[in-house]
């Protein structure tokens, strides 16, 4: 049984009650002793967590500490490609918003990864949208071999794919998967995506099974705060890394916590997800799962960053652009629009290709980011909180045989 079937066995009713009504004295026992079961959790999630969460964030950052010691890896998404065939509601690379978009070749590929290398990252998340026209597995297979010379550690967030198809990247030296589940609440999923292969919530739901199977070491799961209930998500999310680490146990876990960002289409968010509620969350996920890696994004802002960086943070990304060439300008020059597959070129006296204030390139972001520090500024924030920021720690010789 795949995680589907354990998924529609989840009780989720009696679980978000309980996160509603678990009472100081309990909260404060489980503190103390640490979460045994999903029940737990929940409980960890309710409004008694929430007034104890001095005691809770004291508890997660002496765990993370000893489970990880005083080191955040550090990383950087490298955006191959905006183009999508999917309609999703929340999402700025959506199929329907007319934004400008670009695939890089292999070339604008390497350069963009050189620059990155240059800023000192050796963990690159290689990003695109879904599209079979322009981003293939080959692609991703060929970007990967592109780079896994000069980048030991290379990992993706594309779109689902087969295992058969995923072995391939695994084979040009890719090593993670990232995918998020977006939301796990199936009625509101189906609103969300209107259009495209995204629309199949149990393929997408199976996706890192499939990933696993086809020899990736690394796996990342998340859950997209602000369209559904935050504590029904993260319920859903800890139950779907409890079962990965107990199927996929070869592979190292990590959770990523982010919450919607501005971006094309102006979708609103439905839900809200407090600073301090966030901070409540993080914790609580460390105490459940001490093991797992939990990821920070520059979704939010620096001063939030900086807060939450000593709580259970073990991965960060820094400098991060959401478009692809974001870094050097790679394919500003090819940069067009896309109706229904087809590539509509841009004259060249348009304003949407006059230079960008602040950027290297036209092409439209995913979202908008919040904490735009350089990564040299994240290292030096790290190195005085304490911590010390890990741009290296896995080498691809490693693992191949001679």
């Given at each position: 049984?795949?995680?589907?079937?354990?998924?529609?066995?989840?009780?989720?009713?009696?679980?978000?009650?309980?996160?509603?009504?678990?009472?100081?004295?309990?909260v404060r026992s489980i503190i103390e002793q640490g979460p045994r079961s999903l029940a737990d959790?929940?409980?960890?999630?309710?409004?008694?967590?929430?007034?104890?969460?001095?005691?809770?964030?004291?508890?997660?950052?002496?765990?993370?500490?000893?489970?990880?010691?005083?080191?955040?890896?550090?990383?950087?998404?490298?955006?191959?490609?905006?183009?999508?065939?999917?309609?999703?509601?929340?999402?700025?690379?959506?199929?329907?918003?007319?934004?400008?978009?670009?695939?890089?070749?292999?070339?604008?590929?390497?350069?963009?990864?050189?620059?990155?290398?240059?800023?000192?990252?050796?963990?690159?998340?290689?990003?695109?949208?879904?599209?079979?026209?322009?981003?293939?597995?080959?692609?991703?297979?060929?970007?990967?071999?592109?780079?896994?010379?000069?980048?030991?550690?290379?990992?993706?967030?594309?779109?689902?794919?087969?295992?058969?198809?995923?072995?391939?990247?695994?084979?040009?030296?890719?090593?993670?998967?990232?995918?998020?589940?977006?939301?796990?609440?199936?009625?509101?999923?189906?609103?969300?995506?209107?259009a495209g292969p995204k629309r199949n919530f149990d393929w997408r739901l199976e996706c890192p099974?499939?990933?696993?199977?086809?020899?990736?070491?690394?796996?990342?799961?998340?859950?997209?705060?602000?369209?559904?209930?935050?504590?029904?998500?993260?319920?859903?999310?800890?139950?779907?890394?409890?079962?990965?680490?107990?199927?996929?146990?070869?592979?190292?876990?990590?959770?990523?916590?982010?919450?919607?960002?501005?971006?094309?289409?102006?979708?609103?968010?439905?839900?809200?997800?407090?600073?301090?509620?966030?901070?409540?969350?993080?914790?609580?996920?460390?105490?459940?799962?001490?093991?797992?890696?939990?990821?920070?994004?520059?979704?939010?802002?620096?001063?939030?960053?900086?807060?939450?960086?000593?709580?259970?943070?073990?991965?960060?990304?820094?400098?991060?652009?959401?478009?692809?060439?974001?870094?050097?300008?790679?394919?500003?020059?090819?940069?067009?629009?896309?109706?229904?597959?087809?590539?509509?070129?841009?004259?060249?006296?348009?304003?949407?290709?006059?230079?960008?204030?602040?950027?290297?390139?036209?092409?439209?972001?995913?979202?908008?980011?919040?904490?735009?520090?350089?990564?040299?500024?994240?290292?030096?924030?790290?190195?005085?909180?304490?911590?010390?920021?890990?741009?290296?720690?896995?080498?691809?010789?490693?693992?191949?045989?001679?």
């Open positions: 049984m795949s995680f589907v079937g354990e998924f529609n066995q989840l009780p989720l009713g009696p679980l978000l009650r309980r996160a509603s009504n678990a009472g100081t004295a309990e959790f929940a409980a960890l999630l309710s409004p008694a967590a929430g007034e104890l969460l001095e005691p809770l964030c004291r508890r997660s950052q002496a765990i993370t500490r000893q489970r990880f010691g005083r080191v955040i890896r550090l990383f950087a998404p490298l955006y191959v490609s905006n183009e999508c065939i999917n309609n999703c509601s929340y999402c700025g690379f959506s199929r329907d918003n007319a934004i400008l978009r670009v695939t890089l070749s292999l070339d604008e590929v390497r350069r963009e990864a050189r620059e990155l290398a240059a800023q000192g990252f050796r963990n690159i998340l290689l990003v695109a949208g879904e599209h079979p026209k322009f981003v293939s597995n080959g692609y991703l297979a060929d970007c990967t071999r592109a780079l896994s010379e000069s980048v030991p550690s290379i990992s993706l967030e594309v779109g689902p794919m087969e295992t058969d198809e995923y072995r391939p990247i695994v084979e040009a030296g890719a090593e993670g998967l990232v995918v998020y589940q977006e939301t796990y609440d199936r009625e509101l999923y189906g609103r969300m995506h209107t099974e499939r990933a696993y199977a086809a020899g990736f070491r690394r796996l990342g799961i998340g859950a997209l705060y602000g369209i559904s209930d935050w504590r029904l998500e993260a319920l859903s999310l800890a139950a779907h890394a409890s079962y990965l680490l107990r199927h996929c146990w070869k592979a190292m876990l990590t959770l990523s916590l982010p919450r919607l960002r501005p971006c094309a289409g102006e979708f609103q968010p439905l839900t809200h997800l407090a600073d301090r509620e966030l901070v409540q969350l993080i914790a609580a996920f460390r105490l459940f799962l001490p093991d797992a890696g939990l990821v920070l994004s520059t979704r939010e802002p620096a001063p939030l960053r900086d807060g939450l960086f000593p709580l259970g943070i073990t991965h960060a990304s820094a400098g991060s652009h959401t478009e692809p060439g974001g870094y050097t300008g790679a394919g500003n020059e090819k940069v067009h629009q896309t109706v229904r597959g087809r590539i509509l070129e841009l004259a060249a006296d348009n304003p949407a290709l006059a230079p960008t204030s602040g950027r290297s390139t036209n092409a439209t972001g995913q979202f908008e980011i919040a904490d735009n520090r350089s990564p040299a500024e994240i290292a030096d924030l790290l190195r005085r909180l304490g911590y010390e920021p890990v741009w290296k720690d896995w080498e691809g010789a490693l693992s191949r045989s001679e």
